[in-house]
């Protein structure tokens, strides 16, 4: 397992690298000058600036020169400059990471807790009307397009009953927490102001639940499965025998044990829900990075949608290793070579 | 071996015929022959500007009209003739160069094999959307581009899925026994390996077509896949979101989008169940 684990993680810095390439190749292959996508249009009659970036991204020299330029800027947090927001794109990114992190925590959340209780009652109920219904939802899951559900949420809770208020991030007529951590929760709390604190709790429960319901599917089939193996096991048929209570059982003995394996979906549904979030925020106008990368890709902001690809690649590649460290760590009867081959 | 192998091939009516391969497959069934046949008997055009605009749903228009006046009941139907089409030939070509790329890195193996699994490993580290959005905005936008963009984030799944499968499968006794009767290498893939590798492919391949009507859809309410008038579902998804308050004009494309995933979803499913019982 620790030969497992070793591979992995000397595989790792290949994946990036091999992320940074397929990143690289994109923006020369782009059907517009890779100059364009660095400085702007409007710039490009600007001899000074065109000089200086070719320069600095050694445009002027040859393919492999230019990518070993183009690691080099990399590596010192330079993605180039957006030209629609004419910021550095690197900055871009971490101004807008706090929201999207809260968003996608609060979705875990909502997505495994009912995910959870969602698998027990499919496992305890197996090939019956309960687990039929958790396979429906399931299935729903997977079929309804995020970002139309959005739009059908927002209709029906926002417009129809005025249970919840619109999109954004926190109420129109209220200005934004003073900056400390980025997350409009924690500094509304640190600024004591209560009517914000709820005002962004209440923003945040309808694109939370449209992000948790796209992984809340997963989460159930999975919990579902690893409880079915327990639920089999010789030690239930004992805790039986001594006359624990269903529910006892049920939560106590086995979700324990299914826990285990099912450990691994918070990385898992972590994959599901940067693809989810991308959409929601749009949905939502939540400013976090998918909004951005939507924004980026409409306008064909191509620094900007490099950016934040190579971003997610990276932020997909940790998930996966954790999960699957984590995975083989927990359960250490893991087939690896299995795994490994599929 | 091969005897059971044989068996689990030999389709019997009562056997695969379950309840969500018979839902599934009769929704997606009637799809195509709307998609086939709308031209004869839809009620309008769906690109006509004649219409009211923002005309509520009612008994001239069961859908409503779009900001244009174009019927959005018509246009819906119309949605799955970009769909289907686009969806079959992502699947296809995924199938096609996944299969071939995977086969081959699993019969060869060695350095071919090395090579063709760490382009598929890069390939997977992306988040299919990101990756599909940047290739597509790298491309230009356009139903073609995003098609291309698809096949792209795809093919590697299906390099990953055959590549085991032939694995697998060579080592069964049936291929041993083939080699030591002197089988040249291309009759033992072809006659000996290949015929046992497809049934997980065919129940990736149905339940991978919804997923990819549900990632043409994102691009192109995204605003990089089809371009207007097209009647394309993300397409005519976004243009609801711009008139929210009328709620109609996404209704529709939204719940064909719903159900035709649905009704793969439901197909692969069940075909899971059949020709792979023990996955979970």
């Known amino acids: 397992m620790l030969s497992y684990i070793a591979r992995r993680l000397i595989a790792m810095p290949f994946l990036l690298l091999g992320v940074i390439t397929v990143a690289f190749l994109l923006t020369h292959f782009t059907t517009a000058d890779p100059l364009t996508s660095i400085i702007g249009e409007r710039q490009m009659n600007n001899p000074a600036v065109v000089a200086a970036a070719r320069e600095r991204w050694g445009l002027d020299r040859s393919l492999p020169e230019q990518y070993v330029v183009y690691l080099k800027n990399l590596l010192s947090g330079d993605f180039g400059t957006s030209f629609r927001t004419r910021q550095p794109v690197a900055q871009d990114l971490l101004v807008r990471l706090p929201a999207t992190l809260e968003l996608v925590i609060a979705a875990m959340i909502i997505g495994t807790l009912f995910g959870i209780a969602l698998g027990v009652i499919a496992a305890r109920f197996q090939n019956r009307a309960p687990d039929n219904l958790a396979r429906l939802v399931a299935l729903f899951g997977s079929s309804i397009p995020v970002f139309w559900l959005g739009l059908v949420v927002l209709f029906i809770f926002s417009v129809q009953l005025g249970w919840l208020p619109g999109p954004g991030r926190i109420d129109s007529r209220m200005p934004a927490p003073p900056f400390v951590t980025g997350f409009y929760t924690i500094d509304t709390l640190l600024d004591g102001n209560w009517a914000a604190f709820r005002s962004v709790l209440a923003q945040m429960i309808l694109p939370a639940c449209v992000l948790g319901w796209t992984v809340t599917g997963i989460v159930s089939r999975m919990v579902r499965a690893s409880m079915l193996d327990v639920l089999s096991q010789e030690y239930i048929l004992a805790a039986r025998a001594k006359g624990a209570g269903e529910l006892r059982i049920l939560l106590h003995h086995a979700l324990r044990n299914a826990m285990l394996p099912t450990l691994t979906i918070l990385g898992f549904s972590f994959a599901y829900l940067i693809t989810g979030a991308i959409l929601t925020e749009t949905i939502f106008a939540w400013p976090g990075i998918g909004s951005y990368a939507v924004a980026a890709a409409r306008g064909l902001d191509h620094p900007a949608i490099i950016g934040v690809t190579i971003v997610g690649g990276m932020a997909f590649l940790i998930s996966n290793l954790v999960t699957d460290i984590t995975y083989a760590l927990v359960d250490p009867r893991v087939k690896i070579g299995a795994r490994a081959a599929q | ?280």
């Open chain 2, 1 to 280: 071996m091969s005897e059971v192998a044989g068996r689990r091939h030999q389709i019997s009516l009562p056997q695969w015929a379950t309840l969500p391969v018979v839902v599934g497959g009769f929704i997606v069934m009637a799809w195509i022959i709307i998609g086939l046949t709308v031209p004869l008997w839809a009620p309008y055009d769906p690109t006509m500007l004649a219409g009211r605009r923002f005309v509520p749903p009612g008994a001239e228009h069961w859908l409503g009209t779009d900001a244009l006046g174009r019927d959005v009941f018509t246009r819906t139907l119309y949605g799955v003739r970009h769909s289907l089409p686009i969806a079959a030939a992502v699947i296809a070509s995924a199938v096609v160069i996944g299969c071939t790329l995977g086969a081959i890195a699993g019969f060869v193996g060695g350095i071919v094999d090395e090579a063709i699994m760490r382009l598929v490993d890069v390939t997977l580290s992306f988040p299919a959307i990101l990756l599909a959005m940047a290739v597509t905005a790298a491309l230009g936008p356009g139903l073609a581009n995003a098609a291309i963009a698809m096949i792209i984030v795809w093919w590697p799944i299906y390099a990953r899925l055959m590549r085991a499968q032939v694995l697998a499968v060579r080592e069964r006794e049936h291929v041993e026994a083939a080699i030591a009767s002197g089988a040249t290498p291309s009759r033992v893939l072809f006659k000996h390996i290949l015929p046992l590798c497809w049934s997980p492919i065919i129940v990736n391949a149905t339940m991978d077509f919804g997923q990819v009507i549900l990632l043409a859809a994102s691009l192109s309410f995204i605003g990089l896949g089809a371009v207007p008038p097209t009647p394309e579902w993300g397409q005519m998804i976004s243009d609801g979101a711009l008139h929210f308050y009328r709620w109609w004009i996404a209704a529709g494309p939204g719940i064909a989008i719903l159900t035709i995933v649905l009704g793969f979803n439901f197909l692969g499913d069940g075909l899971r169940d059949y020709l792979d019982p023990r996955s979970p």
